[in-house]
């Protein structure tokens, strides 16, 4: 199912490979073992929630929607007992700015960050707790760390929204991740083995879409499953409209300009690979 891009669609997908980095290159992951995180799913959830302070598995599964609870459960709240939310924090921000460095190189970064923290300022955040936990972490004075505090804030902030959108339409998160599947945007093999789902979950999710109409026999989405999918994307791109209406149209066209030459440094340089759970694109 095609859409056409609106203008925050295009700024996720310029700004998506900068924060998605924390995710796939190896320093991040390096550096909550080091900090006594076992695993790279311990490493994760605690390092994404950390700006939420010490919590356990329920409210984190409830923000971050598409995974398996149980996902959760094995890794919060036994990461505290490891490591404080405040170092797991500090020391994440300090290896992703690491990974950039080695990606981006020379490439300049600080009028996209002094651009981006003017859009974060604009974000309203009723019923985002966890695009407000990040707007509240203090911004640090290297532009590399300031640009992905910024761009991660406002990924976010896209995503409270998209999960506001998706729970409006009467989809659960594994519901929510099949009919993205099914949009073609990502596959099943990548989400399953991220989110933690199993077969037999993801067989009674799959029956319960083919019985409220949205996909088919063949799990293709059917007329009525497009018009939920195309509902859900207009809505998340609604949602997230505060930092561009905060920018205006001319420092949008800008911040496009600088991020998707950047996006393409992380995509080329490794730091995404290309298709991912999350269906982000080289810009």
Known sequence: METDPSPARQLWTALEPLHAVVYFAPEPAEAAKALGLRGFWMGYFAGRAAPLGPLGPEPVAAMFFGFAPRMV???LPDAW??????DVLSTRIEAVETTLNRLLG??????LAQLLEPAVAGCRFPGRPLAAAWAAVPRPDRPLARLWLAVSTLREHRGDG???ASVAAGLTGLEASITHIATGATTRELVQRARGWSDEEWDEATTRLVSRGLLDDDGRLTTAGEDVRRTVE?????LAADPLEALGAPVVERVLELAAPLGRLVVDGGGLPVPNPMGAVRP
């Open 73 to 75: 459960a094995r890794a």
């Open 81 to 86: 007992d490891f490591a404080a939310p405040d």
């Open 106 to 111: 020379p490439a300049p970064v600080t009028e």
């Open 162 to 164: 998209h999960v506001l």
């Open 234 to 238: 207009e809505t998340t791109d609604r």
